[in-house]
């Protein structure tokens, strides 16, 4: 089932996300893929997270279709002004790409090249008006387009994010905005996690949590120092470090944190730190294959 | 108030290679750079006595008033003759100045500052991202605070993934918003922030 068929049936959202590779060699990528292809609705392709130079998702997104695994494109407004992110945009719908994940995009400076120009002509709220847009049949600045898009729009939110003032504003703006769906930032704190979705009882579109499985104590660490607004909490870390199997120790943390949250989401997303060959193990620990 | 840095010595002399044997006037600016102790009196004499360690043929040093404001090439002459025996300008005064002087002049300009950011001083402290200069300003919905400026992102309808704990994830400071919402709380305009902002018009003033 693709995306926006598992959007209507109101199920329960299985995504998972693949990075592609900093060179030309696609074939873990490709072998990631097929792993996941039976097991989720949706592909996730990133953007050159954490700002690092690698393959174009547009290109990628494409090879998945091509076999069959619907996929959601990253698309970052750090990269590309406006006439870009529209021609990317038109490309995605050329390629048979549906599902569009607007973000930021993380800064310039986190990444491999830290004296790249930061664009950011856009925002992810801009973008999301954008692609609602030119599914409309024209451009950000009202010229008709020959074709329109047919994209499925989705933003990203931090349910971490303290204090949740301006978070909940952005969030309101994003639904405005038109997304069809969300993705979360990954959740360890499922009270923080239970908290902001109760806030949000009212939403209508599907909230798809981000799992991400932690492989040792010290994953856990770079997590909290590198990834901006994940918060772990002490007695998680603590579980890690004196876990005899941690791999599998991280499974059962993941697994128990979907139990805990699955009632007040839509979905989980799992994006595991390397490769996906435990994602199947996880998904049959909390039943949802 | 506009922020530079020095350059190293390295990254002027390199500059300077191609005419290492012309005689060289170092030009200071006690406006911004002169407050910013990047290009007063202080630093053009230390910047002489590092041109001439490297043997560098300098002939003296001047501060304008102000470099980005200049009458005409004929006063400044007038007002700094030294300046004319040089053919070669090392300035410290931020870009606005060097490429004034660059423009009205036949000597060989070269800038000792990299111009950073359109700042602003609160007694001692020196603000930096106080404004963009995108061309429309949007403060008026931020009670004054610019977001296009102070969000490393440029973000005009709140704060990235990466505002945590109230901080920006990229500088060392607290998050812009972080900062609008506070002050829009204290003011009772919170209502204002739900308005979704349109692109930025750029170049529409140019």
Redesign the interface.
Known sequence: MGLEEAIESGKFIVTAEICPPKGTDISVFLSEAALLQAIVDAVNVTDCPRAMVRMSPLVLSSKLIKMNIDTIMHLT??DRN?IAIQSDLLAAHALGIRNILA?????T??GDHPYAK?V???????ML?VINKMNRGFD?MDNPLEGATSLCAGA???PG???L???R??F??KI??GARFIQT?AVYDTDLFNEFMDEFKSVNIPVIAGIIPLRSAKSAGFMIENI??VKIPQTTVNRMESASEPITEGLKIAAETIERIRENCQGVHIMPIGKHEHTKRLLEMCSLL | MIVTRSKSIEEILDQLDPIADLKICVVGCSLCAGKLKTGGEPEVKNMISQLQDNRMDVIDGVVLKHACSIESWESLIKEQPVISDAEVLLVMSCGIGVSLLGRICDKIVIPALDTVSLGAALNDEILLEMCSMCGQCTVGFFSGLCPKSGCPKSQLNGPCGGSNDGECEVRERKCIWTRIYEVMEAKNMLPVLNKILAPTEYNRGL
């Open positions: 407004c750090r406006r973000m930021s995009g993380d800064f400076t986190m930061p950011f002509d856009l925002d992810s709220v801009q008006q950000l990203v939110v931090n994010a303290r204090p003032g301006f978070t504003i952005k309101q703006k405005a905005a930032q901006p607004g």
